[in-house]
């Protein structure tokens, strides 16, 4: 009497196993900016990045007022362009300990950079509205 072998079982992936192939290992992989391809207009993408995005009112109205200021192709802010802090609680209407708070979590979420030669208090700091690489692969997936 012979024995049939069993056929050979497949590992069945589990949800971790998924992810993990999916993501970049380090969280700090998901915030990188993007870089825009050829053509690519920054504003567009990052008004539907922000619409798409699960950020709260004052956080989104914080991005959208930055973005104001910035090129429309690139979005570059100019030194004499930047609208600092007093600049953004006069255009968006919030206290100034709301808007540090909203800039705070655009800048741990990856939509705003700021340059490491300006000061660290956010009354001169030189801010950058960015698009996070994990956002734009989206968008451009979409």
């Given amino acids: 009497m012979t024995t049939a072998e069993a056929p050979a079982r497949r590992a069945v992936p589990t949800p971790r196993d998924v992810a993990e192939k999916a993501l970049p290992r380090r969280a700090a992989d998901l915030l990188t900016p993007g870089s825009l391809l050829r053509g690519e207009r920054f504003r567009p993408l990052y008004e539907q990045g922000l619409r ?12 959208w007022t930055l973005l104001s200021y910035a090129s429309a192709r690139t979005g570059d802010l100019p030194a004499d362009r930047q609208p600092f802090l007093a600049g953004l609680v006069a255009a ?7 808007v540090v ?27 950058r509205p960015v698009i996070p690489g994990y956002v734009l692969a989206q968008l451009r997936a979409s």
């Fill in 52 to 63: 798409g995005s699960a950020m709260t009112p004052h956080t989104r109205l914080v991005a």
């Fill in 92 to 98: 968006t209407g919030l206290n100034p300990g709301q």
């Fill in 101 to 127: 708070v909203q800039l705070r979590v655009l800048e741990q979420r990856g939509w705003v950079q700021r340059d490491p030669a300006s000061p660290h208090a956010y009354e001169q700091a030189v801010l």
